[in-house]
């Protein structure tokens, strides 16, 4: 091709040729160069001619490593590069294989602890569902015995009832006996009134114009000179120590009739007891009635 160098097939390639950093000549094999030929030329050159000896070259290493030969020196270095490459690779290798096993080792960690954290709640959800059911269990169990209590309160509350309505009346019919005790005591301890109980018995019991009347002797010091009590009876007042003091007794040919305070009282407490005992009877008949009428009804 024009414009490229032609390249002559006689050229014979230089093998073995030591080469320097100055100008130098190269020598071919088989011919003699001149000693002087840097001098001639005028050219500063280290070129030694080849029947000389080398200058020993120092590169660092001992004396005994500069004297080998170039190519085992090649050849060491190339082995020692193998070894330090391959001792690298595996080095690489070996960080990279940890360093994969232990991402390997993290990754399991976690799929490892999520699995148990979801079994650990599942056995834990079960778990405090079956203690939310037992507990709930005695709740009911609790209630419905507090059910059961409460239902046989409603059934005996009526008798409850009644029996505190007949205590209670036991007691109000002792207070107004007391209370009624105490007005009658007091009003029968004047003269007044002791006078008015006098002519009440009179018109409604006596017939008889004539008949005597027994006081306590306290009264019988009252009345004894005072004025008969009716001008149509005649009567005389009669010392008793028997009779208490605002009682009387009347006492005629054909009747008697005892006005003394215990005897009026005792005769009160008699009807009172009287009247509640009609109404307890009537009470407990009417409760047998109900009761009845309920096992009928739930036969």
Do not use: C
């Not at 005994?64 to 391959?86: C, F, H, M, S």
């Not at 994969?100 to 999520?114: I, M, N, T, W």
């Not at 037992?134 to 209590?149: C, D, I, S, T």
């Not at 009644?162 to 007091?186: C, H, M, P, Q, W």
């Amino acid at each position: 091709m024009k414009g490229q160098p032609t390249v002559k097939k006689n050229m014979q390639v230089l093998r073995d040729v030591l080469v320097h950093n100055h100008v130098h000549t190269l020598h071919r094999p088989g011919r003699t160069v001149e000693k002087n030929f840097a001098v001639k030329n005028k050219v500063d050159s280290d070129i030694r001619p080849l029947d000389s000896k080398p200058a020993p070259v120092s590169f660092g290493l001992p004396a005994t490593q500069n004297k080998l030969p170039l190519v085992d020196r090649y050849e060491e270095g190339y082995l020692a590069g193998k070894i330090e490459g391959r001792a690298q690779a595996v080095r690489e290798v070996g960080e990279k294989l940890q360093a994969e096993l232990d991402a390997k080792r993290e990754q399991l960690f976690h799929e490892a602890y999520k699995l148990g954290q979801q079994q650990g709640f599942a056995i834990g959800q079960k778990e405090g569902l079956a203690e939310a059911q037992n507990v709930a269990a005695k709740l009911k169990e609790n209630l419905h015995q507090q059910l059961v209590r409460f239902e046989q309160v409603l059934v005996n509350l009526p008798v409850q009832l009644d029996n505190y309505l007949r205590d209670a009346e036991d007691e109000l019919v002792a207070l107004s006996f007391a209370a009624i005790t105490k007005i009658l005591g007091e009003s029968l301890s004047s003269e007044t009134a002791i006078r008015e109980l006098i002519n009440s018995l009179v018109k409604q019991h006596l017939t008889d114009t004539e008949f005597s009347v027994h006081l306590h002797p306290d009264d019988y010091a009252l009345f004894s000179s005072g004025e008969n009590i009716t001008s149509s009876h005649q009567f005389r007042w009669v010392s008793d120590a028997n009779i208490k003091l605002g009682g009387l007794i009347i006492r005629s040919s054909e009747q008697s009739l005892d006005a003394r305070l215990d005897f009026q009282i005792e005769v009160l407490k008699q009807g009172l007891l009287q009247a509640r005992n009609l109404r307890k009877n009537k009470s407990l008949h009417e409760h047998a009635q109900a009761m009845m009428a309920a096992t009928t009804g739930i036969a």
